[in-house]
């Protein structure tokens, strides 16, 4: 499919995000079978106004684009002279197809500019949704009525919508008033580029971690990803179990970070729960999922999580709430423990099940050639 030609559209690493290593494995990917090119955004809003400021612009992520892939890395929220050089290597590169990554209404005027010039250029425009709606963003009324306003222009009549679950394919269906026929399933890929697991004891020597048993909660610390529910679940496992265990809160605090503090200061096993407020750079990440024993994502809500992803490649076993996605995703993952959302007596019980298993599991079948392939399908359907 040389002939066929792909821009993906989404956030570059200045602005890091699951989003910005989702658009380098599928861009990588597709440039085995066709003529890809990717359009980053680098500078998103203004940098006061993003929760996770502190690791814009940082070197973190070792993957790159492959040099099949040709980038323009620089359109900017506030610079039209970025938007014309974007628009300028559209002309050149003349995609058949252009893919928008959405995520957030932050960035919805670039979206639409990018429309219009699909629009122009006679492109078949895509969408692909990473989130229904951002909770953070539907919890502000000003940015509700932006994101609402914005996004019913930005996905009127476009030629296809792509979600990662079949539970994303109807709440998008019913909330956007898409046709559900336009809207296609296509899984997310494994995050396995991190390397391969580490030995245990040499990763948790690395952490300064002496307990033998460690529970891992990874990612963006935001209100729908649970935390506390594990850490009142921690507190109900038995004295016993604790004094061996260390619950490991890694993640930069972008949300409920005072209130968090303090439920974790006022634990009666504070000293056992040790919080790592950062954005974890690629080379870290290998070291907390080896020194694990269980990863427990309890959201309350989810799309997705790129950290099931991270854990299946790391053949982890996952306590996950049932919720949205996740199960979808994990369906097929034998390392997969479901429970309840909200339920704390669940993730304990289910730890005490877990925990001290040392079992590694095969991750699902989800490479990014078939991602790539499946992607391709869809797209060139219409």
């Given amino acids: ?44 809003l203004p940098r006061f106004l993003f929760p996770g400021r502190a690791h814009v612009g940082k070197e973190i ?17 506030n610079n039209p002279v970025t938007w014309y050089r974007a628009y300028c290597h559209l002309r050149r590169t003349k995609p058949d197809i252009i893919i928008l990554q959405w995520w957030t209404s932050s960035v919805s005027h670039m979206h639409l500019l990018m429309k219009i010039m ?6 078949r425009l895509v969408i692909d949704f990473h989130e229904v709606v951002d909770p953070l963003e539907e919890s502000i009324f000003p940015l509700r009525l932006y994101s609402r306003l914005m996004g ?25 008033g898409i046709d559900a026929q336009k809207i296609h399933v296509i899984p997310h890929g494994l995050y396995d580029h991190y390397g ?62 005072e209130e968090l503090l303090c439920q974790i200061k006022s634990s009666p096993f504070t000293e056992k729960i040790t919080l790592v407020d950062e954005y974890v750079p690629d080379s870290k990440v290998p070291v907390y999922f080896s020194a694990a024993n269980i990863v427990v994502l309890p959201y309350t809500r989810a799309s997705q999580s790129g950290i099931a992803h991270i854990a299946m490649s790391f053949g ?13 995703s994990l369906g097929r993952y034998a390392g997969a423990i479901f429970v309840p959302p909200m339920d704390s007596d669940e993730i304990k019980k289910k730890l005490l099940l877990n925990l001290k298993s040392e079992k590694i599991y095969n991750p699902p079948a989800l490479g990014w050639n078939k991602i790539s392939d499946q992607y391709l399908k869809v797209v060139l359907r219409q």
């Fill in 1 to 44: 499919m040389q002939n066929v030609k792909v821009c993906i559209v989404g956030p570059s690493k200045h602005f890091l995000s699951g989003i910005s290593y989702f658009i380098m494995r599928l861009a990588n990917s597709l440039s085995a079978s066709c003529s890809v090119s990717v359009i980053c955004y680098r500078n998103l």
């Fill in 61 to 77: 992520s070792n993957l790159e684009f492959s040099p099949a892939v040709q980038v323009y890395d620089g359109m900017d929220y």
């Fill in 152 to 176: 019913k222009i930005l996905r009127k009549d476009l030629d296809t919508y792509i979600v990662h679950s079949t539970s994303d394919k109807f709440l998008v269906a019913k909330r956007y």
């Fill in 316 to 328: 982890k076993p996952v306590i996950a709430s049932d919720v949205g996605g996740l199960k979808e």
């Fill in 118 to 123: 699909g629009l122009s250029l006679r492109s």
């Fill in 196 to 257: 391969r697991v580490m030995d245990a004891k040499k990763a948790r020597e690395l952490l300064s971690i002496k307990e033998e048993l460690v529970i891992l909660s990874f990612g963006l610390i935001r209100r729908y990803k649970g935390v506390p529910y594990l850490i009142k679940a921690f507190e109900q496992l038995p004295e016993s179990i604790v004094k061996r265990s260390r619950l490991l809160i890694v993640g930069e605090m972008w949300e409920d970070g």
